[in-house]
């Protein structure tokens, strides 16, 4: 099971890479729109998750995945 997981891992990073060079060939179109499209969505869930807003049950991730 993880060799399973080591292999997923591997096929995203290639996947981000692919990404990574069309957001730097052309940000505005294709596959790099989406890619930086994508990397802001993580990028917000990542800020919520580090600075959380307490919500008015406490919970340090209420209001997470309501984004």
Known sequence: MAVLGEIV????MVFVLI???AAVRDSQSG????????I???????????VP?????????AGVSAG
């Open 9 to 12: 891992i591997y096929v995203m």
């Open 19 to 21: 990404g990574a060079v």
């Open 31 to 38: 596959f790099g729109k989406e890619f930086l499209q994508g």
């Open 40 to 50: 802001h969505a993580i990028g917000y869930l990542f800020i919520r998750l580090f």
């Open 53 to 61: 807003e307490r919500g008015v049950s406490g919970d340090p991730m």
